[in-house]
């Protein structure tokens, strides 16, 4: 067993649809040897009251409110290195399509047009996150260090990034690597 103290890793969830963690679980037994050098803080079934001070910080999903800009600029500060994971925190991607209308249009089909459990009526209380006028990728907010393109990423490209980061290098993406489903 190496003496080297593991890399502590964050990962958090903003405005996507879980897919790209999905890829993540994906490594299956190539998780076992992942864990040898890393250190899994914060995931998205951790109680995000705090994020601590890690190492690396990976971040799926774009900002679409601002409970997920907050949690963006705050993982941010924590880490040392912010990666990308998956085309929706690096360009937008499905949750940016909702940019093609404006914001009090998207309500009005969510809540009034189409059947909801807010009594047709657009909720206006604090437990509701309150919404960004339009979606935008992460690096629109804070510098990204790396990203692992893909919708969702497939679990060899989240190997080869994670590998080659932890090892010091960029990884180099090419069509051969970049998977959208
Ligand atoms: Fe889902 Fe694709 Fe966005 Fe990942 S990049 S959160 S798989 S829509």
């Not at 290195?81 to 309500?107: F, H, M, S, W, Y």
């Amino acid at each position: 067993m190496s003496d080297k103290p593991k890399v502590k890793v964050a990962t958090v969830w903003l405005g996507g649809c879980a897919g790209c963690h999905m890829s993540f679980l994906d490594l299956d037994e190539r998780l076992f040897d992942l864990f040898k050098l890393i250190e899994l803080t914060v995931s998205p079934i951790s109680d995000l009251k705090e994020i601590p001070v890690v190492d690396v910080g990976i971040v799926e999903g774009a900002v679409c409110n601002a409970e997920n800009e907050h949690v963006l600029r705050t993982l941010r500060k924590q880490c040392k290195v912010l990666i990308a994971l998956g085309d929706c925190a690096i360009t937008g991607n499905v949750p940016a399509l909702r940019n093609q209308k404006v914001l009090t249009e998207v309500l009005e089909r969510g809540y009034i047009e189409t059947e909801s459990t807010h009594a047709g009526e657009v909720p206006n209380d604090a437990s509701v996150p309150v919404l960004c006028n339009n979606v935008r990728p992460i690096q629109e907010f804070v510098k990204v260090d790396a990203n692992i393109p893909g919708c969702p990423p497939d679990a060899d490209a989240i190997w080869y990034a994670l590998t080659e980061l932890l090892a010091g290098r960029q990884p180099k993406w090419n069509p051969t690597n970049v998977r959208y489903d």
